[in-house]
């Protein structure tokens, strides 16, 4: 027989600095610019249901930044009226964008191998920082920097929770506008582009190392 615990225990720490910009529609222009830097820390991200920590006996081990956080954001959205006829029939085109530049979320580097008298998962020894100057979809991060523990009983490796970023996000919708008034009614003629510049979403990487 086997005897186990749940608990209902854990720490979140969340700083940020909010940036925001903002012109109010005159001169026919406006724009909304706003920037978010921001630290989540935590001991474990999943609120969907039971968490086992990695290493039960000693939470801190897997405190680190949340599964969530995004160190940098910056979102700009921005409407431009075109000046020429505006009372006319042929008038009222405007033209729209939004951009949103994001950081990448942290990735938790782990091994195959677990810790075997646990039954979890585990990390692998960091021997040096991992982290890449020229990141490509290919190599990412630097897999010699981590090593799997030699010992698979109880050794935990020292390679701390999300220490490691994945791709961030750069896309930019823009859209055309023709607004049409006849007596009462008002009209809306609107032509939109998703990713104008077809620039590419990257998934995050394989982040497991073999022994």
């Excluded at 940098?72 to 085109?93: C, D, F, M, N, Q």
């Excluded at 692998?124 to 991992?130: I, M």
Aim: net charge positive.
């Amino acid at each position: 027989r086997s005897i186990g615990q749940v608990q209902s225990k854990g720490t979140l720490d969340y700083n940020a600095l909010l940036v925001k910009f903002q012109r109010r529609f005159a001169n026919n222009f406006s724009f909304l610019n706003s920037y978010t830097w921001g630290k989540a820390i935590d001991l474990n991200s999943d609120n969907d249901g039971l968490v086992t920590l990695t290493n039960v006996y000693d939470p801190q081990y897997n405190r680190g930044p949340a599964d969530y956080d995004i160190t940098h954001t910056l979102s700009s959205s921005w409407v431009y009226e075109i000046p020429w006829a505006r009372e006319k029939l042929y008038g009222g085109w405007q033209l729209g964008g939004i951009m949103l530049l994001r950081g990448g979320l942290p990735l938790t580097v782990t091994q195959t191998q677990g810790v075997q008298s646990t039954g979890t998962g585990n990390r692998p020894n960091r021997v040096c920082d991992g982290k890449l100057a020229n990141p490509t979809i290919d190599r990412w991060f630097d897999l010699d920097c981590f090593k799997a523990t030699t010992e698979s009983t109880a050794t935990y490796g020292d390679a701390g929770r999300n220490i490691i970023r994945g791709p961030g996000s750069f896309n930019i919708d823009a859209s055309l506008i023709k607004n049409t008034k006849i007596g009462r009614f008002a009209t809306e003629f609107r032509v939109e582009a998703f990713n104008i510049l077809n620039h590419p979403q990257f998934a995050n990487p394989n982040t497991t190392i073999g022994n």
